[in-house]
Protein backbone atom coordinates (compact mmCIF):
# COMPACT_ATOMS: atom_id res chain seq x y z
CA UNK A 1 0.00 0.00 0.00
CA UNK A 2 1.38 3.43 -0.78
CA UNK A 3 2.13 5.99 2.26
CA UNK A 4 0.06 8.90 2.19
CA UNK A 5 1.85 12.30 2.14
CA UNK A 6 0.17 15.35 2.67
CA UNK A 7 1.73 19.10 1.75
CA UNK A 8 0.34 22.00 2.87
CA UNK A 9 0.95 25.61 2.23
CA UNK A 10 -0.23 29.28 3.06
CA UNK A 11 -2.33 31.52 0.68
CA UNK A 12 -0.28 34.77 0.37
CA UNK A 13 -0.26 37.37 2.76
CA UNK A 14 0.83 40.42 4.32
CA UNK A 15 0.54 42.44 1.17
CA UNK A 16 2.02 39.83 -1.08
CA UNK A 17 0.74 38.63 -3.99
CA UNK A 18 2.71 35.09 -3.83
CA UNK A 19 3.85 32.62 -1.24
CA UNK A 20 7.38 30.73 -1.88
CA UNK A 21 5.44 27.53 0.13
CA UNK A 22 2.31 27.49 -2.32
CA UNK A 23 5.05 27.81 -5.65
CA UNK A 24 6.86 25.00 -4.05
CA UNK A 25 3.79 22.71 -3.68
CA UNK A 26 2.59 23.54 -6.83
CA UNK A 27 6.07 22.12 -8.32
CA UNK A 28 6.30 18.96 -6.35
CA UNK A 29 6.29 16.15 -8.44
CA UNK A 30 4.26 12.91 -7.88
CA UNK A 31 6.40 10.66 -9.67
CA UNK A 32 9.81 11.97 -7.21
CA UNK A 33 8.62 10.02 -4.71
CA UNK A 34 8.54 6.17 -4.63
CA UNK A 35 5.74 4.18 -3.12
CA UNK A 36 4.07 7.65 -2.10
CA UNK A 37 0.52 9.20 -2.96
CA UNK A 38 1.15 12.99 -3.49
CA UNK A 39 -1.76 15.16 -1.77
CA UNK A 40 -1.70 18.76 -1.38
CA UNK A 41 -3.63 21.46 0.40
CA UNK A 42 -3.85 25.36 0.40
CA UNK A 43 -4.23 26.96 3.91
CA UNK A 44 -6.13 30.42 4.47
CA UNK A 45 -4.11 32.24 6.77
CA UNK A 46 -6.25 32.55 9.13
CA UNK A 47 -6.29 31.77 13.07
CA UNK A 48 -9.89 31.33 13.65
CA UNK A 49 -9.90 28.88 10.55
CA UNK A 50 -6.70 26.87 10.53
CA UNK A 51 -7.36 24.74 13.48
CA UNK A 52 -10.42 23.23 12.09
CA UNK A 53 -8.83 23.26 8.70
CA UNK A 54 -5.64 21.11 9.20
CA UNK A 55 -7.16 18.99 12.51
CA UNK A 56 -10.20 17.85 9.52
CA UNK A 57 -7.61 17.03 6.82
CA UNK A 58 -5.36 15.36 9.42
CA UNK A 59 -8.47 12.94 10.94
CA UNK A 60 -10.23 12.11 7.45
CA UNK A 61 -6.91 11.41 5.41
CA UNK A 62 -4.86 10.16 8.84
CA UNK A 63 -1.11 11.01 6.64
CA UNK A 64 2.42 8.69 7.01
CA UNK A 65 3.51 12.03 6.87
CA UNK A 66 2.29 15.73 6.78
CA UNK A 67 5.00 18.70 5.76
CA UNK A 68 4.01 21.99 6.27
CA UNK A 69 5.40 24.89 4.11
CA UNK A 70 5.71 28.49 5.38
CA UNK A 71 7.03 31.89 4.26
CA UNK A 72 9.25 33.42 6.65
CA UNK A 73 10.38 36.70 4.68
CA UNK A 74 14.30 37.59 5.14
CA UNK A 75 15.25 34.52 6.13
CA UNK A 76 18.68 33.03 3.92
CA UNK A 77 18.10 29.31 4.44
CA UNK A 78 15.58 26.77 4.74
CA UNK A 79 14.52 26.50 8.46
CA UNK A 80 13.66 23.28 9.99
CA UNK A 81 10.98 24.03 12.70
CA UNK A 82 11.31 21.84 16.16
CA UNK A 83 8.67 23.49 18.86
CA UNK A 84 5.40 24.10 18.34
CA UNK A 85 4.26 26.65 21.13
CA UNK A 86 0.97 27.30 22.42
CA UNK A 87 0.62 30.80 22.02
CA UNK A 88 -0.86 33.48 19.65
CA UNK A 89 0.76 37.08 19.59
CA UNK A 90 0.54 37.98 16.27
CA UNK A 91 2.66 40.98 15.53
CA UNK A 92 0.89 41.97 12.24
CA UNK A 93 -2.97 41.11 11.13
CA UNK A 94 -4.12 37.65 9.55
CA UNK A 95 -5.74 38.11 6.12
CA UNK A 96 -8.91 38.26 8.21
CA UNK A 97 -7.81 41.01 10.03
CA UNK A 98 -7.46 38.80 13.64
CA UNK A 99 -4.62 39.62 15.45
CA UNK A 100 -4.23 38.20 19.34
CA UNK A 101 -2.15 39.05 21.43
CA UNK A 102 -0.72 37.00 24.26
CA UNK A 103 -3.48 33.80 23.61
CA UNK A 104 -3.47 30.46 23.88
CA UNK A 105 -4.36 27.97 21.27
CA UNK A 106 -5.77 25.37 23.68
CA UNK A 107 -6.91 26.21 27.39
CA UNK A 108 -6.10 23.28 28.56
CA UNK A 109 -2.82 22.28 26.05
CA UNK A 110 0.42 21.59 26.59
CA UNK A 111 3.20 24.41 26.54
CA UNK A 112 4.66 23.13 23.53
CA UNK A 113 4.77 20.36 21.14
CA UNK A 114 7.76 18.68 19.80
CA UNK A 115 7.69 17.67 15.79
CA UNK A 116 7.01 13.84 15.59
CA UNK A 117 9.98 14.12 12.89
CA UNK A 118 13.80 14.57 13.14
CA UNK A 119 14.11 18.17 12.35
CA UNK A 120 18.59 17.98 12.28
CA UNK A 121 18.30 14.50 9.93
CA UNK A 122 15.70 16.80 7.88
CA UNK A 123 18.23 20.18 8.26
CA UNK A 124 21.33 18.11 7.26
CA UNK A 125 19.24 16.29 3.97
CA UNK A 126 19.06 20.24 2.68
CA UNK A 127 22.63 20.80 2.98
CA UNK A 128 23.70 17.70 1.45
CA UNK A 129 21.81 18.32 -2.15
CA UNK A 130 23.95 21.92 -1.05
CA UNK A 131 20.97 24.28 0.18
CA UNK A 132 21.68 26.14 2.84
CA UNK A 133 19.28 24.85 6.33
CA UNK A 134 19.28 25.04 10.22
CA UNK A 135 16.74 23.80 12.95
CA UNK A 136 14.88 26.72 14.20
CA UNK A 137 13.72 26.44 17.96
CA UNK A 138 10.48 27.76 17.48
CA UNK A 139 8.03 29.08 14.45
CA UNK A 140 7.31 32.57 16.08
CA UNK A 141 3.63 33.08 17.35
CA UNK A 142 2.59 33.46 14.18
CA UNK A 143 -0.17 31.30 12.40
CA UNK A 144 2.11 29.31 10.96
CA UNK A 145 3.05 28.36 14.89
CA UNK A 146 -0.67 28.03 15.12
CA UNK A 147 -0.92 25.27 12.48
CA UNK A 148 2.24 23.49 14.19
CA UNK A 149 -0.02 23.65 17.63
CA UNK A 150 -2.91 22.25 16.24
CA UNK A 151 -1.67 19.64 14.21
CA UNK A 152 0.18 18.09 16.69
CA UNK A 153 -2.37 18.19 18.80
CA UNK A 154 -4.32 16.23 16.62
CA UNK A 155 -1.67 13.87 16.08
CA UNK A 156 -0.95 13.12 19.17
CA UNK A 157 -4.54 13.08 21.13
CA UNK A 158 -5.41 10.52 18.57
CA UNK A 159 -2.26 8.56 18.77
CA UNK A 160 -1.36 8.88 14.84
CA UNK A 161 1.79 8.16 13.78
CA UNK A 162 2.29 10.47 11.13
CA UNK A 163 5.58 12.62 10.72
CA UNK A 164 5.35 15.87 10.52
CA UNK A 165 7.67 18.65 9.68
CA UNK A 166 7.36 22.15 9.35
CA UNK A 167 9.63 23.86 6.98
CA UNK A 168 9.91 27.56 6.51
CA UNK A 169 10.73 28.86 3.34
CA UNK A 170 12.75 32.54 2.05
CA UNK A 171 11.33 34.54 -0.56
CA UNK A 172 12.19 33.49 -4.00
CA UNK A 173 14.58 35.27 -5.80
CA UNK A 174 11.91 35.24 -8.43
CA UNK A 175 9.53 37.34 -6.04
CA UNK A 176 12.27 40.17 -5.33
CA UNK A 177 13.29 40.73 -8.68
CA UNK A 178 11.24 43.58 -9.34
CA UNK A 179 11.93 45.39 -6.18
CA UNK A 180 14.84 48.21 -6.73
CA UNK A 181 16.66 50.08 -4.22
CA UNK A 182 18.95 48.41 -1.45
CA UNK A 183 16.98 46.77 0.78
CA UNK A 184 15.83 43.97 -1.65
CA UNK A 185 15.17 41.25 0.85
CA UNK A 186 17.32 37.82 1.12
CA UNK A 187 15.86 35.08 -1.13
CA UNK A 188 16.78 31.91 -2.90
CA UNK A 189 15.73 30.49 -6.33
CA UNK A 190 12.78 28.85 -6.92
CA UNK A 191 13.98 26.12 -8.00
CA UNK A 192 16.46 25.78 -5.25
CA UNK A 193 13.72 25.78 -2.83
CA UNK A 194 11.87 22.93 -4.69
CA UNK A 195 15.12 20.73 -4.48
CA UNK A 196 15.33 21.81 -0.93
CA UNK A 197 11.80 20.32 0.22
CA UNK A 198 11.87 17.09 -1.90
CA UNK A 199 14.88 16.30 -0.13
CA UNK A 200 12.83 16.48 3.02
CA UNK A 201 10.13 14.69 1.66
CA UNK A 202 12.11 11.94 0.51
CA UNK A 203 14.18 11.60 3.70
CA UNK A 204 11.19 11.80 5.77
CA UNK A 205 9.35 8.67 3.23
Known sequence: ???????????PFAGRRQ????E????????AFKNCRLYREKLPVSGQVIGRKISGLISKLKPDYLVSLGLAAGETAIRVERFALNIQDYGIKDNSDYQP????????????YFVTSNPARLAAAVKKVSVPAYVSNHAGAY??????????HVITSTKLKTKFAFIHLPLTTEMTAPETGRTI?????????????????????
Open 101 to 112: KGRLIKKDGPAA
Open 19 to 22: NSAL
Open 1 to 11: MKKKILITAFM
Open 185 to 205: PPSLPLATLLKAVEAIIKTLA
Open 24 to 31: VMARLRPS
Open 143 to 152: VCNHLMYEAL
